[in-house]
């Protein structure tokens, strides 16, 4: 028989690399599915299992019809002499020669697939799908004959997919890849230039670059942070025990705290090297807090109102702070939009450690404007939710944060940012 499927240079390169567990996150057309379809065909002729099982399974059952059905067909051969499958159209499901079957699912009956034991599952558009789907049903179904399972699909949000995107990001037994369309080649470019101009660039950013946050309808830095992830500028960041850590602060008491450690390095560049955040406490446990890093600390910023006494003491917090031996810097008290423009021409100069800055990098990912569902457009105002603390304290930064550079003034904040256009 004829051979039908000739992988590009990416599939072949997935294909050398594959683990028991691999999560591929791939831009649209980039031939994944037709890559995950005669992976199972290939091991379903060859594999010298009794009775081998395998599964496809997609958001619905009648999307693993439309989209999965006939690529099936079509690589095992079907019409072709010395075709070896037979094909059940009401079960929608391949039978080999060697007692081996491939059958198509769909993750929206859960049910269909309890009870069943496979060999190996790929999970096509995995973000459309509840995770249980996964750690309920199916990994069990693979524990007894050591099955496989291939994750494949684009981000829309942070759902299953991202989920298994982090998990087999720390783990050495899974395979993790990432592909992107300006960097695969696969598209031509007038084809992404044609696509770019008819979406939305948070649409864009998801669709073809892989971006796991730039389609939240109405978020601030979406499109910043992912240039930021593409630029390498997302990973691991050394603290520079030459340098000192700079803090900004966002106070609750009630709600959290939020602490950002940021590094000023030579040339402009911004270093988060490490984020806090806890919520019912008071300043005192902050500040055991920056002991226990252990950094050499520089400045410490905070918002304007550290200076309102409280009602039970007497004093404010700023000055309970200074007790403690925290001197902090006052942020000045411009309107939140201003500081949020702030944030967006500061952004290009960072670097954010991943793993010790994982939450804030998310709260700075989630930040968005309010929709008025009613109106159907966007209020010229962030939600306030769990985001809030995280991205105000670094709104503090971009704002607050004073380097004494020869030549400047003294007054002159980091990212020179003016509201009020005047001259600096």
Not at 98 to 113: E, Q, V
Not at 126 to 145: F, G, H, I, K, N
Not at 257 to 262: D, E, G
Not at 347 to 375: K, M, Q, S, T, V
Request: hydrophobic share 35%.
């Amino acid at each position: 028989m004829e051979e039908l499927y000739r992988p590009r240079k990416h599939q072949a390169a997935i294909e050398e690399n594959l683990a028991r567990f691999s999560v591929l996150v791939c831009h649209r057309r980039f031939g994944k599915t037709v890559l995950s379809v005669n992976r199972l065909i290939r091991q379903a002729r060859e594999t010298e299992m009794t009775d081998w099982r395998g599964a496809y399974i997609a958001p619905l059952y009648k999307q693993a019809k439309a989209v999965v059905w006939d690529h099936l067909k079509h690589f095992c051969g079907v019409g072709l002499d010395g075709c070896d499958v037979k094909f059940n159209e009401s079960e929608l499901r391949a039978d080999f020669k060697n007692g081996s079957r491939i059958r198509l699912f769909g993750a929206n009956n859960p049910d269909s697939l309890r009870g069943l034991y496979l060999d190996a599952v790929v999970f096509d558009e995995v973000a459309q799908m509840p995770y249980r789907v996964w750690s309920e049903v199916v990994r069990p179904a693979l524990s007894d004959r050591r099955g496989w399972a291939l994750f494949i699909g684009t981000p829309q949000g942070k759902n299953a997919l991202y989920q298994l995107w982090n998990r087999a990001g720390a783990d050495e037994d899974w395979f993790t890849a990432m592909y992107r369309a300006s960097e695969t080649g696969v598209l031509h470019p007038d084809e992404l230039d044609a696509a770019r101009r008819e979406m939305s660039p948070e649409e864009y950013e998801q669709e073809f670059e892989c971006s796991f946050t730039a389609a939240i309808r109405g978020a601030y830095f979406g499109g910043l942070l992912g240039d930021l992830e593409r630029e390498g500028r997302v990973g691991a960041v050394p603290v520079d025990p030459t340098m000192p850590v700079h803090t900004a602060w966002d106070l609750g008491m009630s709600d959290s705290t939020s602490i950002w450690f940021v590094q000023a390095a030579p040339g402009g560049e911004y270093r988060a090297v490490d984020y806090y955040e806890a919520s019912g406490e008071g300043l005192e446990h902050y500040a055991k807090v920056l002991d226990a890093k252990g950094y050499k600390y520089g400045r410490h910023i905070a918002p304007h109102d550290i200076r309102v006494r409280e009602l039970g003491t007497g004093r404010s917090r700023l000055e309970t702070a200074m007790r403690l031996g925290i001197r902090f810097d006052i942020c000045p008290n411009i309107p939140v939009q201003d500081g949020i423009n702030a944030v967006r021409q500061m952004l290009p100069r960072f670097r954010f450690d991943a793993g010790r800055c994982e939450a804030g990098i998310d709260a700075l990912r989630h930040y968005r404007r309010e929709f008025n569902d009613r109106a159907g457009d966007f209020m010229p105002r962030p939600v306030h939710d769990w985001t809030s603390h995280a991205v105000d304290a670094f709104r503090y930064f971009a704002v607050g944060f004073r380097e004494p550079t020869r030549g400047t003034r003294p007054d002159r904040t980091a990212n020179d940012y003016n509201p009020f256009g005047e001259a600096s």
